[in-house]
């Protein structure tokens, strides 16, 4: 029997509970320290399967702005985080861009497009 104790704390909302799991041979056997729903299933989340949104730039051609602020659309598994900023490192979008226009379709494998969060006029 392997037991492990994880301390996290929670960024389901601005409280930042301090949670802590108890595994037991792999499975969550409790969670304690959440105020609300979302601090438990941030919890069972954080230690099964941890995910991120990932935000960075990317730069523009010949637009009113230089870059464009990026994002994932959804949150991505933690361990494709580093590949999915090598995929946006030498990447280069036309303007003009839109609030929502794709700029990876499928980033990394993980079904996840990049979208623009900023819209970008041509000059």
């Known amino acids: 029997m392997v037991k492990e104790t994880k301390n996290i704390i929670c960024i389901g909302c ?4 301090p949670l802590t799991v108890e595994i037991e041979d792999g499975k ?5 320290g959440y105020t609300c729903k979302r ?4 919890a069972k ?3 099964t399967n941890p995910r991120r949104t990932v935000t960075s730039i990317v730069p523009v051609v010949a637009g009113e702005l230089d870059m464009v602020s990026v994002k994932t659309k959804t949150d991505i598994p933690k ?7 090598l995929a946006l490192k030498n990447l280069k979008v036309d303007a003009p861009i839109d609030i929502g226009d794709v700029i990876i379709e499928n980033v990394c494998e993980t079904g996840v497009p990049i979208i ?3 819209a970008v006029k041509r000059r």
Not at 79 to 85: A, E, F, L, S
Request: net charge positive.
């Open 14 to 17: 601005p409280m930042g509970c």
């Open 28 to 32: 969550i056997k409790s969670i304690t």
């Open 39 to 42: 601090g438990e299933e941030y």
């Open 45 to 47: 989340k954080e230690v």
């Open 79 to 85: 361990n494709k985080i580093k590949d999915c900023m």
């Open 116 to 118: 623009a969060t900023k």
